[in-house]
T-cell receptor, first 114, second 112 residues
Framework: EPEVTQTPSHQVTQMGQEVILRCVPI?????FYWYRQILGQKVEFLVS????????KSEIFDDQFSVERPDGSNFTLKIRSTKLEDSAMYFC????????????FGSGTRLTVV | GENVEQHPSTLSVQEGDSAVIKCTYS??????FPWYKQELGKRPQLIID?????GEKKDQRIAVTLNKTAKHFSLHITETQPEDSAVYFC???????????FGAGTILRVKS
């Protein structure tokens, strides 16, 4: 079964540092998403991406966040200057159609900001 | 925007009993309602979903019902097993299907 792959599985970074979280969506999927989950809380939408541009973003996705699809396979989330409150599990997801079809989550990157 | 409420926050059942988790949503334009199971430290995994043109859907021991008028949908798990223990999230997606709005989750414990 096709999978969404995320690397690294765990990232520890110092406050103020930049981090890049990487995702390889399923190859025939066209829609890409980032979600985050603070420990013990619900999954929250960050951003959706289609046709090489952001299609929607949440209030959480402020200027310190950016996404990019630098080549035909990777989809990255960059956090420019990390804060303690950015510590969370970040999930990438992809879907072949708009979000109501075959929405597949990656295994997540646990980001710890110290 | 859409808001999804989920109840209960925790649910303990005896093995073999049924479990029911309920969600309500606020946006009448939402038309896709998936349920995810999440084990500790793992990714959310889709277990069943329902679209607004259907009132009920069943897959073996799992069923989902949708009441569009009342804007609520429920997950039903019959003959629960210890391996059903996990956190369950409901979610809703609007007409544009661009994002999922999740409920707060239900910790299900199945006691053997």
């Amino acid at each position: 079964e096709p999978e969404v792959t995320q690397t690294p599985s765990h990232q520890v970074t110092q406050m103020g540092q930049e981090v890049i979280l990487r995702c390889v969506p399923i190859s025939n999927h066209l829609y890409f998403y980032w979600y985050r989950q603070i420990l013990g809380q619900k999954v929250e939408f960050l951003v959706s991406f289609y046709n090489n541009e952001i299609s929607e973003k949440s209030e959480i996705f402020d200027d310190q966040f950016s996404v990019e699809r630098p080549d035909g396979s990777n989809f990255t989330l960059k956090i420019r200057s990390t804060k303690l409150e950015d510590s969370a599990m970040y999930f990438c997801a992809s879907s072949e159609y708009r979000g109501d079809q075959g929405y597949t989550f990656g295994s997540g990157t646990r980001l710890t900001v110290v | 925007g859409e808001n999804v409420e989920q109840h209960p926050s925790t649910l303990s059942v005896q093995e073999g009993d049924s479990a029911v988790i309920k969600c309500t949503y606020s946006d009448s334009a939402s038309n896709y309602f998936p349920w995810y199971k999440q084990e500790l430290g793992k990714r959310p995994q889709l277990i069943i979903d329902i679209r607004s043109n259907v009132g009920e859907k069943k897959d073996q021991r799992i069923a989902v019902t949708l009441n569009k008028t009342a804007k609520h949908f429920s997950l039903h798990i019959t003959e629960t097993q210890p391996e059903d223990s996990a956190v369950y999230f409901c979610a809703a997606s609007g007409w544009d299907g661009n994002k999922l709005v999740f409920g707060a989750g239900t910790i299900l414990r199945v006691k053997s």
